[in-house]
């Protein structure tokens, strides 16, 4: 059970813990569908990242929805996963050499498209983390 109680916006469990305040529940959705629409970045690369940065962020909301492949043939997948790794362990250890390889696949556009990708997907699970956010009934790997 999460640690607060639903609020009377939204309908995912996630967005009932925000929806105590509509316009932050309103705003968080709208970035959130910019993330996911307006980019370059492909679905597959950002659900990648997502599924590693929910077992790295403790989420088990998120969680649910399965850990990230153990491969990632694709040279702009893989980079992107292990950056959202390296976010994980902390984001002031990155080092100019490692964004010297990001840019080897990315230009600098899809590297700050990518960083907020990441940060936000990070502030999502900190919040199904911090309030225990458990899978809904129905939720699994096979549903997202």
Same mark, same amino acid.
């Given at each position: 059970m /999460? +640690? *607060?109680g639903d609020g009377q916006h939204g309908t995912t469990g996630f967005q009932r813990l925000l929806g105590h305040n509509a316009a932050i529940l309103a705003a968080w959705e709208h970035l959130e569908e910019t993330l996911l629409s307006k980019g370059t970045l492909t679905p597959? @690369?950002? !659900?990648?990242? &997502? +599924?590693? @940065?929910?077992?790295?962020n403790g989420c088990e909301y998120c969680q649910a929805?399965? &850990?990230? #492949? $153990?491969?990632?043939? $694709?040279?702009? !997948?893989?980079?992107?996963?292990?950056? #959202?790794e390296l976010m994980l362990q902390? /984001? +002031? $250890? *990155?080092? $100019?050499?490692q964004f010297d390889v990001l840019r080897s =696949?990315?230009?600098?556009a =899809?590297?700050? !498209?990518l960083l907020a990708w990441i940060t936000f997907i990070t502030a999502s699970q900190t *919040?199904? #983390?911090? @309030?225990?956010?458990?899978? !809904? /009934?129905?939720?699994s790997q096979t549903a997202r």
């Open positions: /999460p +640690r *607060i597959q @690369l950002k !659900e990648q990242v &997502r +599924r590693v @940065l929910a077992f790295g929805w399965g &850990r990230a #492949a $153990d491969s990632h043939p $694709d040279p702009k !997948e893989s980079l992107a996963v292990a950056l #959202a902390g /984001p +002031r $250890d *990155i080092t $100019d050499a =696949e990315f230009s600098d =899809e590297i700050s !498209e *919040i199904g #983390a911090v @309030l225990q956010l458990k899978p !809904e /009934p129905g939720q």
